[in-house]
């Protein structure tokens, strides 16, 4: 091998000729050496850094230096000269004590010389020497320049470094992406619970509003239940229409169910029996016309178990004027209806008979108070109604518009319902109106004015919420009425009038020959001055009154004869 041997064994490449032989290589590639005898003297040690031949080691000396003893690794028993090391030349070197044999596994030699061993190799090491250090212009060693690729410690990368990042990277995107799907997942499957939730409770909202829910629906209230007979608000009104044209009085109950949602308009017969402030029989006409709004109002409380908030008295001009302010109504009429103020007989109908005819407020009035000859007093009062709730529905469902309505009206009012109140009352029943949602309602009244078990279930408990209680019949006035007038709808018109009158029809059936003159009997002295009563209210003169033979069951006879005319009232 020709290479240079390692400076750190201290020969240059004559002395390691000398001294080893190349047997081979290791299983690295490295040189195997084999030592042998000594044939020449002991040469100066390789100083890679000498310039001159001196003591020891120095590498930046420029005095004279002398050559040390040949390095020895393996004790032949030369003895190196080992100078002290003075780096910078500043003393005389002095001689170093002799140096034991070298021993190349770190244990001193006993003896200055180690016998040869047959076959002996040793592993040299490649070392690479300490690099001349650079020097300046003056010769001086210069400031070395170390870089950072120079130092073993700098970590270099490397491509399994960045493979682990990348699959820590993916990792954590994977990791990430799976909890992003749960969220979605999670958002979307609450998203659909309160979807199904919402759908759930509209669906069973319309149905109880649409009246398809058995228990709780709509209709299944209004059918009588505990529900809807003793736990619903309703709010009441009670309208008069006054005929200030030909007398009498129409009057209706208007209601609000602010439970059900549901409006009606009650009509109450003329015949209805009252009990007076003074505890006595009466009809509902007489009590208008005689108690006047407030004993009216509580009488009908009575008789119904109601609770009316006010009284609105509304006369036909004033329901003239309120259908023409809210823009003429649309009903549909049953009969004809002739002008009132027309001269001649025969002239064409103010109201046509038909469906969905427009009344102006001047019709509204004459088809309202309209009673065809032959007609029951009820026929009256259901067109009346037909009026009112085509009022109510061309009327502002605005609270502030209705009211600016009934102001514009310019009518004096209970003093128990001002301006403001009846047109949010009205306003309220308008949006009912208009939506569908509002009805109209007869009262049944017997003949003899008391409520039927029919008019209880149907009207008074149902739609009033109310328990009917009748007056005692004992205490008003028994008139039994025979027609004998050869006119037989003058049995009803009688009825009527003694109804509204106060006192209490009994049917007397139709006489078998007509009678010239009427006559009304009493038996008891006690009862003259009702027999009285009762011709003045038959428009009978009271020379028709004398005392006789009257029937079981009747304070007072009447025959009516052919002198018997009934009132327009009637």
């Known amino acids: 091998m020709n290479d240079r041997y390692d400076a750190g064994y201290g020969g240059d490449q004559d002395n390691q000729d000398n001294q080893y032989e190349l047997v081979g290589y290791d299983e690295y590639g490295r040189p195997v050496y084999q030592q042998v005898a000594p044939q020449q003297a002991p040469q100066q040690p390789y100083d890679p850094y000498a310039q001159q031949q001196g003591y020891g080691y120095d590498p930046y000396a420029t005095g004279p230096q002398q050559q040390p003893p040949a390095y020895d690794p393996y004790g032949t028993g030369r003895q190196p000269y080992a100078p002290s090391y ?190 007076d402030d003074t505890g006595n029989a009466t009809t509902l006409a007489k009590s208008v016309e005689d108690d006047g709004s407030s004993g009216t109002r509580d009488a009908l409380d009575t008789v119904l178990g109601t609770n009316i908030e006010g009284t609105w008295r509304l006369d036909t001009p004033y329901l003239q004027n309120l259908v023409d302010l809210v823009g003429n109504i649309d009903i549909d009429t049953d009969a004809d209806v002739p002008d009132p103020s027309a001269k001649k007989k025969g002239s064409a109908p103010l109201v046509h008979r038909g469906k969905d005819q427009t009344l102006s407020g001047k019709m509204a009035v004459a088809y309202a108070t309209y009673r065809a000859s032959g007609e029951a007093e009820n026929a009256q009062l259901e067109r009346f109604g037909q009026v009112m709730q085509g009022v109510l529905r061309k009327m502002s469902s605005d609270p502030s518009g209705a009211t600016t309505t009934v102001q514009t009206l310019a009518q004096i009012l209970d003093p128990s319902l001002t301006d403001k109140d009846l047109g949010s009352f009205l306003a309220k029943l308008a949006d009912l109106a208009k939506e569908g949602d509002y009805k109209t309602a007869l009262l049944p009244v017997q003949n003899d004015g008391t409520l039927s078990a029919q008019a209880s279930a149907s009207v008074v408990k149902d739609v009033l919420g109310g328990t009917a209680k009748s007056p005692d019949q004992g205490s008003a006035v028994r008139v039994s009425v025979q027609n004998a007038s050869g006119v037989k709808d003058n049995t009803e018109k009688t009825r009527v009038t003694l109804v509204n009158g106060g006192f209490t029809f009994i049917d007397g059936g139709t006489a078998a020959g007509a009678s010239a003159t009427s006559k009304v009997v009493y038996s008891d002295t006690a009862d003259k001055d009702n027999a009285t009563e009762v011709a003045k209210t038959l428009g009978l003169p009271t020379g028709s009154v004398s005392k006789g033979q009257t029937g079981a069951n009747a304070d007072v006879s009447v025959v009516l004869g052919k002198d018997y005319k009934p009132s327009s009232a009637s």
């Open 86 to 275: 003075d780096p910078y030349g500043a003393g005389t070197a002095q001689p170093a004590a002799p140096a034991a044999p070298y021993d190349p596994y770190g244990q001193t030699a006993s003896s200055g010389q180690q016998p040869r061993v047959a076959e002996q190799t040793a592993h040299i090491p490649q070392q690479a020497g300490p690099a001349e250090p650079e020097r300046d212009d003056t010769g001086a060693p210069a400031e070395r320049d170390y870089r950072t690729e120079q130092f073993a410690f700098v970590e270099q990368p490397d491509g399994d470094s960045e493979d682990v990042i990348d699959w820590l990277n993916f990792t954590e995107n994977r990791t990430e992406r799976r909890e992003e799907a749960k969220r979605r997942a999670r958002s979307r499957l609450v998203a659909l619970v309160v979807a199904l939730a919402l759908v759930a409770v509209g669906g069973v909202g319309y149905l109880w509003y649409a009246g398809k829910l058995p228990g709780l629906s709509k209709s299944g209230a209004k059918k009588g239940t505990a529900t809807a007979a003793g736990a619903q608000n309703r709010d009441v009104i009670v309208v008069h229409l006054h005929n200030t044209a030909k007398g009498g009085t129409s009057t209706a109950l208007l209601v609000d169910n602010t439970t059900t949602k549901q409006g009606t308009t009650v009509l109450l017969p003329n015949s209805l029996s009252l009990t």
